[in-house]
């Protein structure tokens, strides 16, 4: 056996409509089929691809980052993305690789997720 690709993430929340709207709205996820598994959430594409399940009706645990430090995306379109956190109140922290110049842009989601977006270092800063 050997590890191919990463599949998807998995976060709870106790706000599933937030949380979903955090994602599709503002970082450009989609809504996509999910199968009836005995539970509410919804499930998150990048193209073809489910890359992260959202699973509502469970207990959050105290610290809702639990083990996962965080998730990272690559994205595009830098400005539009802060332009948008900014507009709807989402504290974030960019930062810029000292090497290969990528930024790096972190906030968190509805339910506390730390979600990490990387953009080409071609991309202006700001404003």
């Not at 959430?41 to 073809?48: F, I, K, S």
């Not at 890359?51 to 690559?74: C, K, N, Q, T, Y």
């Amino acid at each position: 056996m050997s590890i191919v690709a990463m599949n998807h993430f998995t976060v709870l929340t106790a706000d599933l409509d937030a949380t979903q709207r955090f994602y599709v709205d503002l970082l450009g996820l989609r809504p996509g089929p999910r199968p009836d598994l005995g539970f509410p959430g919804v499930w998150l594409y990048v193209g073809d691809a489910a890359v992260l399940h959202v699973i509502a009706g469970r207990a959050m645990p105290e610290d809702p980052r639990g083990a996962l430090d965080h998730m990272a995306f690559s994205a595009t379109g830098l400005q539009a993305v802060t332009d948008k956190l900014k507009a709807h109140g989402i504290r974030y922290d960019l930062r810029r690789q000292n090497d290969s110049g990528v930024w790096q842009l972190f906030c968190h989601d509805p339910s506390g997720a730390r979600v990490e977006l990387d953009f080409e270092a071609a991309e202006a800063a700001p404003v």
